[in-house]
Each structure stands twice: as C-alpha cells, then as structure tokens.
C-alpha cells in the first residue's frame, strides 16, 4: 500500500498553509483513508500541536531536532528510507533556510524515482539573487511535479520555475465552521466599537513589512477611512493578525499613520484568534487590498459566513471575486474607489443575490471533500475498496 509522505515547508506558523493541511487531513478521513499519509513534523512546533488538538495526532510523524532546518534534514533522511513507490508531498518547501538543504538533497531525491510533488501557496519569490538562482536550481534538478492555490499562483510558477503545474487546489474551507448563522457570541473587542453605531470594516491579515513581494498593503486601509470619514459615513476597521516584527513595529507604524489622518479613533488592530468566524458574524464587510495575494483564505471564509468582500482586483483575490462579483473588484491603491464599494456593498439590495452565488461558488469549488479528493487523484492515493462507491457519487 502506497503512503502520501508530507512535509511541510515550516512548522512554527500559523496560518493558511497549516489550516488547509488540517482541512485536508479531515478530508482524507471522511473518504476512510486514514492509513494511506503521513504528517512529518518538527517536535515541540505549532504545527504539531495544532493538529494533534484537531485530533489528528495519529497522522504524524514526530522528529526531534534542534533547530527547523536540522528538523527538515531529518525529516528528508527519514523519507529516503521509506518503499521508492512511496510519493512525498513538499508543502511550500522553499522557504530561505531550508534552500541549501533542499540543494543537497535534490540529486539523490531525483535518482529514487519517488514521484514528488510540490505545493505552491504563494509565489515563491526572492528578495535577493542568490535566493532567485537557489530556488530555481532546486526545481530543475529535484523537478517536482507543482501544485499550484491558485491561477495566478500557477502562472507565476510556470514562468520562473516549473512549467509541469499538474493542479489547480483552490484552498477548502471548513463550512461546519464557516457558515451563516443566525445568531453567535459577540466578541468583546468588538463590543464598544459596534455600540458606537459603527458598521465594522474586517481585514484578517498578517502584519507584515510593506513594499515586499506579497505586501498586505494595510496602509491603504488608512486613506479608506479618510474618504468614508469625509463624506460623511461611520465606519470602523479592524485589523486582526500576528506581528512578528520587533516590537511590533508594523503595528506601531499603521497605529500612527491611522492617528496623523485623524481616523485613529476609527481604526483597531487586534491579534490572532482562533474564533475568527465570530469576528466574521458581525462585520459588515472584508476588505483586502493585497495586490499579489496568491489566494485569499478570508475571502473565501468570509463569504461563507455571508459578508461580503471588497478586494484587491488582482491577484488571487480578483481570481476568485471574478467569478461571481466583479463589481466588488477595486485598484488596490484607489482609496475613493474603495470607500465607495464599501457604502455601495453595504448598502445595496443586491448584495444579497451576489452572496447567495458567492456561497454556491465557495461550496462548489472550496469543499474539503472534493479538495481531498483532488489531491488522491494528483498524488495517486488510492481510495478504500469500501469508499470507493461513495467517491463515486461525490464526484
């Protein structure tokens, strides 16, 4: 029986890459196919924990080591002594520490004949040479077969790295937690910005360095709130994501950026949660303005849970709007344009049919059964004799 060996490319984030592992991870059980993968990862990390509280702890394979580079060494001699016929799924593995490792490993890993593939959940990009000329030895000697999140993700991938893109997985979304409800506890954060008549602006996002290659672009949030404060409209955003500068420096420069406009009373930063999905049940709106967002996890998650979203026209994020609201689509640096589909959305009746076609899009395309399923077919997992009817009706 063949095995889905997976490693993925950090173990100490938490993010999208580590909530679609999870998401595939329960797909796979739901197809009974529970002895068919495995889950490398570093002992002691985020991703271990992570998913050992989601109850899938049988799944993994534990390896101790000092630091996540020696994790990732070992974790490839582990894989070199698993059956050849046995596939490994690199999960985002390009990652600047792990690039001269990869190096090494790659001529040996080429002559096995293990099939091998490779996730791409962004765009792989450097902000130096060396990196550039490191990630595309890597890919012609390893010569990985790419999964790309998305089309954008794969044109990118096919211009610069690997021109042999077997797959399209648009990242699932978890609708059991994900979905319209009626009513559900309102965080309290959000409690005295909802009490003042505010209606609430959501941008889940990392807080990273702007001007990089996949920018969140939070600055522009700030001229947003200028706009909608000088006509007239009260509206308050909330940013909620992790900071990992010194000093939360990131947050510090958007917090005074938001206070020389004279909006700091109108704009919030609040860190990670877990219960996102109640943060989503009282928004009035997403905004998103990543030029280069290689996907969008919020925006799928968000029109799930019935808000609606304004965002970034290019990139992932207008990849996915284009199918179903165009009209929600904005230059990502037009502030007066946004602050006016944001009134627009939020006030117009037929944001409700445009919602009820996004929440059809995101069911079809972003389950985690057909996710799973997906990836089975790509990697070559065979289904249980006993499901092997029910992947049938799925389909």
């Keep these: 029986m063949r095995k889905l060996m997976i490693l993925p490319g950090t173990c100490h984030a938490l993010g999208g890459t580590l909530i679609t592992l999870s998401l595939l991870i329960k797909g796979f059980e739901q197809y009974g196919v529970r002895e068919e993968f495995c889950v490398l990862v570093h002992a002691g990390s985020i991703t271990q924990k992570y998913l050992q509280d989601a109850g899938q702890g049988a799944y993994l394979k534990v390896i101790a080591a000092p630091t996540e580079p020696e994790f990732f ?19 985002n593995c390009l990652n600047r520490s792990l690039l001269f490792t990869l190096v090494a490993a790659a001529p040996w890993m080429r002559w096995s004949g293990r099939p091998i593939y490779h996730f791409f959940h962004d765009l ?25 999140n998305s089309q954008f993700t794969a044109e990118c991938i096919r211009r610069r790295l690997i021109s042999d893109i077997v797959g399209i997985l648009y990242q699932p979304v978890n609708t059991e937690r994900f979905n319209v409800r009626v009513s559900c506890a309102l965080p309290a954060p959000l409690e005295p910005i909802l009490k003042s ?30 706009s909608l404060k000088a006509s007239g409209h009260f509206y308050h955003s909330v940013v909620i994501g992790e900071d990992l500068s010194p000093g939360k420096i990131y947050s510090q420069e958007l917090l005074q950026l938001a206070k020389d ?7 919030t930063m609040l860190p ?31 029109l799930a849970c019935g ?28 502030a007066k344009a946004a602050a006016e589909a944001i009134v627009r959305v939020t006030t117009d009746a037929n944001t409700t049919q445009i919602l009820e076609k ?11 059964t057909s996710y799973a399923k997906k990836m089975m077919q790509i990697t070559g997992i065979a289904l249980p004799e006993n499901n092997q009817k029910e992947l049938v009706q799925i389909s």
């Design 197 to 226: 008549g505010a209606k609430l602006i959501l941008t889940p996002s990392r807080i990273n360095q702007p001007k990089i290659v996949n920018d969140k672009n939070l600055r522009a949030l700030i001229p947003v709130l200028v």
């Design 261 to 267: 406009a004279g909006v700091e009373d109108r704009f």
């Design 272 to 302: 990670p949660t877990f219960a996102i999905e109640d943060y989503y049940q009282h928004a009035s709106v997403v905004l998103t303005l990543a030029p280069r967002e290689p996907f969008g996890r919020t925006v799928v998650e968000a």
């Design 73 to 91: 060494r070992k974790a490839l001699q582990w894989v070199k002594q698993q059956p050849r016929d046995y596939p490994l799924l690199l999960d």
């Design 124 to 148: 792989a990009l450097s902000y130096n040479r060396m990196g550039e000329v490191l990630r595309k030895l890597i890919c012609k000697c390893l010569a990985p077969q790419a999964i790309c």
């Design 358 to 368: 996004a929440r059809n899009w995101v069911h079809s395309e972003c389950s985690v």
């Design 307 to 334: 808000v609606p979203v304004i965002g970034s026209k290019s990139g992932g994020i207008g990849e996915i709007l284009s199918n179903f609201a165009p009209e929600w689509m904005v230059d990502p640096e037009d």
